[in-house]
């Protein structure tokens, strides 16, 4: 397939024969010519021919004739086709998928995903999905980051002894990992910068459009840092490598979807928690749904940002190795950013010194024995750092305008769901 033509190139191959390959996407038969519509990575092209046409995604090998034609997709087609059948499916797709609106319901969507995905509206998603982990990866390699895989099977629960999957690990039990929160740590004692890109699995019984037992988290952690500010501008540097990389790299999806892409600030605006809770008139130790919304409106309208930090959340709602502030102990140096009115990224800067660990544990009224090897991290020294953490699909969501997560994630996991 050295010498085939991608959809989106036939244009440039005018007046040469050529050999294009994919699925049918639409036949087309008319009383004297017939129009085939191939679909592949890259998009749609047309042949034109007098012969028969194989079934609606059938896999087939073209070769013909590029003739210049305004309109036809991409403003070329193929004449004088010769059409290699490759396979031919043995049952029609769920529902017709060279229709520009797509004629199902999600349920439908998902329990077909392998033939559905192949919608170019329903793949859209995903490949702006693909283009965000491109922009993140991108972002962080250029501030002298280095990419780390850690294990998502664990022997202890990350964050707390809830909303783990247990599992039997050679007669002995184990969890799947629910963040690689502990691991990125100890490798900021390597390579002081890291990030990964991986699963991470909640056992929390959420049933909503916004949760998923299985998510794509994209982790950061960084070494001598001053404090959580030091993390949140990393942070603004990789949603922007992320957007960027978007634009270059799923134009066409964006298009297709009529999704608008924020811009984001030079300098995203912040506020603290306590000014929050002044500004919405609630007094609760953790941002309402509601609250998440009323303040993302308000930042737009005042500061024409669609993003917006709130820092300083209670030290009671955060993880046990969370720093507190210095100068307020019962606030954190925490932050979550707000996204469209959602909560998109949690992260803040780290306890680090040993001590300070088995004195936050202690006041919790916690064991450290559940976390020996994850102390014996500080054991050895560790800089002041931070970190953050971005759930994949709930940013391909928000950017996209879906409605529920599920509708961009390929194969989701949830209360219900186990298959595809």
């Known amino acids: 397939m050295i010498s085939r033509v991608l959809s989106a190139e036939l244009a440039e191959h005018a007046g040469q024969r050529v050999t294009i390959a994919g699925w049918v996407h639409r036949r087309r038969l008319l009383k004297s010519v017939s129009f085939l519509v191939v679909r592949d990575r890259s998009g749609l092209a047309q042949a034109v021919t007098a012969g028969d046409l194989p079934a609606e995604e059938s896999v087939v090998q073209v070769t013909g004739r590029v003739t210049v034609n305004p309109q036809a997709p991409g403003g070329a087609e193929l004449t004088e086709p010769e059409i290699e059948l490759l396979s031919r499916p043995v049952e029609p797709p769920p529902f017709d998928l060279f229709r520009p609106v797509v004629a199902a319901t999600l349920p439908t969507v998902l329990d077909h995903a392998p033939a559905a995905l192949r919608h170019p509206a329903l793949r859209a998603p995903l490949e702006i999905s693909a283009a965000s982990v491109a922009g993140f990866r ?5 501030l002298g980051f280095t990419e780390v895989h850690t294990p998502k099977i664990v022997a202890s629960a990350t964050e707390s002894g809830a909303n783990v999957f247990g599992i039997d690990y050679f007669g002995r039990p184990a969890y799947l990992a629910q963040s690689p929160q502990f691991y990125k740590q100890a490798m900021v004692g390597v390579f002081e910068r890291v990030y990964e890109v991986g699963p991470v699995f909640r056992a929390e019984p959420h049933d909503t459009v916004r949760h998923l037992a299985q998510y794509t988290s994209l982790d950061a952690e960084l070494g001598f840092v001053r404090d959580h500010r030091d993390v949140m501008a990393v942070l603004r540097e990789a949603v922007a490598g992320m957007l960027e990389s978007v634009r270059e790299r799923a134009a066409p999806a964006v298009d297709l979807l009529g999704a608008e892409l924020p811009g984001v ?23 309402s749904p509601a609250q998440e919304r009323w303040l993302s409106e308000w930042a737009l309208k005042e500061h024409g940002s669609e993003f917006l930090f709130v820092t300083g959340y209670p030290m009671a709602k955060r993880p046990f190795y969370t720093h507190p502030d210095p100068g307020r102990p019962g606030y954190s140096n925490g932050f979550d950013l707000l996204f469209r009115g959602l909560e998109l990224v949690t992260g803040g800067q780290r306890l680090h010194r040993h001590q300070d660990y088995l004195d936050a544990l202690a006041a919790r009224g916690e064991s450290a024995e559940p976390y020996e090897g994850y102390l014996r991290t500080f054991a050895y020294g560790m800089p002041p750092h931070g970190g953050f953490a971005i759930g ?6 928000r950017l996209t305008g879906a409605a529920n997560i599920r509708q ?3 194969f989701p996991r949830d209360l219900h769901r186990l298959t595809p």
């Open 408 to 410: 961009v994630t390929a």
């Open 265 to 287: 600030p030079d300098e995203i605006p912040a506020i603290h928690f306590t000014e929050a809770q002044r500004m919405t008139g609630e007094d609760e130790p953790d941002l």
């Open 138 to 142: 991108a972002a962080l390699d250029r």
């Open 392 to 397: 994949l699909e709930r940013w391909t969501a």
